[in-house]
């Protein structure tokens, strides 16, 4: 996927079908890298937003995946049961070695549902969602880069492919 949207759709259904919560809400920074205040938002068509906001961010300061089940008693275990989830799990995705945002996946009705295979699941998912949007990002620069044109007049991917032709100081035919 190329676009931001399609990639976090494609997250969420990943997340939803390998993790098997009752749902997958993707939540992305606001500021770049910078978790502050209400950066964090809703982002693929939640019709829910309610979320341990503490595990978001223990997620996205600890670079690592969090998981919760019913028996915790530290203040994300004491949020989440006040909102009914039995088993919750937060994992950062990063683009560049900065967060962009994380998902979080839960489930009211089955505790500890998420083990060791899934917190391994959800880092793959998460980082395969970090070279996607890194590679979107990657080529909406491109993009932007072939439509602007060079003082000379060519646009600058004729004057790249023609640096590609000539690397090397041989020409490729």
Known sequence: ALSRNAIFKEVRD????????????????QVDGVLAGEDLATVSGEVESAYSRAMAESALAS?????FTEWQTDTVGAIALLAGVR??????IFVRK???GCFYVDHRHVSNLFGEDERR????????A?????KAAGVARLRGWDETPDPKGANR???A???????GGSTAN
Do not use: D, K, Y
């Open 98 to 100: 900065r967060p962009a």
């Open 63 to 67: 670079g690592r995946v969090v998981v």
């Open 121 to 128: 699941l959800a880092e793959f998912i998460a980082t395969i």
């Open 130 to 134: 970090g070279a996607a949007l890194e």
């Open 161 to 167: 492919e023609g640096g590609e032709r000539t690397n």
């Open 14 to 29: 990943a997340a939803a079908l390998l993790l098997h919560g009752e749902r997958c809400l993707l939540l992305q920074l």
């Open 157 to 159: 991917s004729e004057a």
């Open 87 to 92: 088993s919750a799990l937060c994992a950062p």
